[in-house]
């Protein structure tokens, strides 16, 4: 795939170095000739000096061929202006970092399929990290309308040692709520769990549920069985 990512900041060469692990092609643009230099040198991507929102520097870029374009610029305005130029040359699939909420609408407006409001992210992070220290990590999708956490499996408590299926028809399983991911030990690869699949302790879970509803996963998950 052919990404091609406007700005060269912390996220620009994060995303670009992921991708480039991932075998990808990555190419960036960005007016910092040391960011440039950087990149191509450190992060083995394509870079282009200029702006990234001239058109003739994103042609150069190879923007006609973009699987996937990326705007992580310096100001909400640019991401607006390069992803409103990348509907125009066609690309499939576009990104844009957000940092003001008046421009999620123009942003969807002109074409972006992804909006990550960098803001609201880091502060939903931290605000899970405070009020659910034992969730390993989490993650929101469909606006925050479902959640998925991963979760250790303690010693002692109420499912130890019991299968999905036996967990899945307990009353006090939150309804709408479902284990999709098992992990038996931390060096272990991630499988996906059938209903005969034992929760040992000390195993870790991934659980998809409604935001209404972690307090009651958690409480049922950390339960113990003389509850």
């Known amino acids: 795939m052919y990404v091609l990512i406007g700005g060269a900041g912390l996220v620009g060469l994060s995303l670009a170095q992921k991708l480039v692990e991932l075998g990808h092609t990555v190419a960036i643009i960005d007016i910092d000739p040391t960011a440039c230099r950087y990149a191509r040198e450190q992060v083995g991507a394509m870079a282009f000096e200029g702006s990234a929102v001239s058109t003739e520097v994103l042609l150069e870029a190879g923007i006609r061929k973009a699987d996937s374009l990326a705007a992580v610029l310096r100001s909400d305005a640019l991401n607006l202006a390069m992803v409103t130029l990348a509907k125009h040359y066609g690309v499939p699939h576009m990104i844009s970092r957000m940092r003001h909420p008046d421009f999620v609408e123009p942003l969807r407006?002109?074409?972006?399929?992804?909006?990550?409001?960098?803001?609201?992210?880091?502060?939903?992070?931290?605000?899970?990290?405070?009020?659910?220290?034992?969730?390993?990590?989490?993650?929101?999708?469909?606006?925050?309308?479902?959640?998925?956490?991963?979760?250790?499996?303690?010693?002692?408590?109420?499912?130890?040692?019991?299968?999905?299926?036996?967990?899945?028809?307990?009353?006090?399983?939150?309804?709408?709520?479902?284990?999709?991911?098992?992990?038996?030990?931390?060096?272990?690869?991630?499988?996906?769990?059938?209903?005969?699949?034992?929760l040992e302790p000390g195993s870790t879970v991934l659980i998809v549920t409604k935001p209404g509803c972690l307090h009651q996963v958690i409480d049922f998950i950390e339960g113990c069985e003389n509850r």
């Open 109 to 198: 407006l002109a074409g972006a399929n992804h909006i990550i409001s960098t803001v609201e992210l880091a502060v939903s992070t931290m605000v899970n990290a405070i009020e659910y220290p034992q969730i390993e990590s989490m993650m929101h999708f469909d606006q925050g309308q479902i959640e998925v956490l991963k979760l250790a499996i303690p010693n002692s408590c109420y499912v130890a040692s019991r299968s999905v299926a036996e967990i899945a028809q307990d009353s006090r399983f939150p309804t709408g709520s479902l284990i999709i991911g098992y992990q038996p030990l931390p060096h272990e690869d991630l499988m996906i769990p059938n209903g005969s699949t034992v």
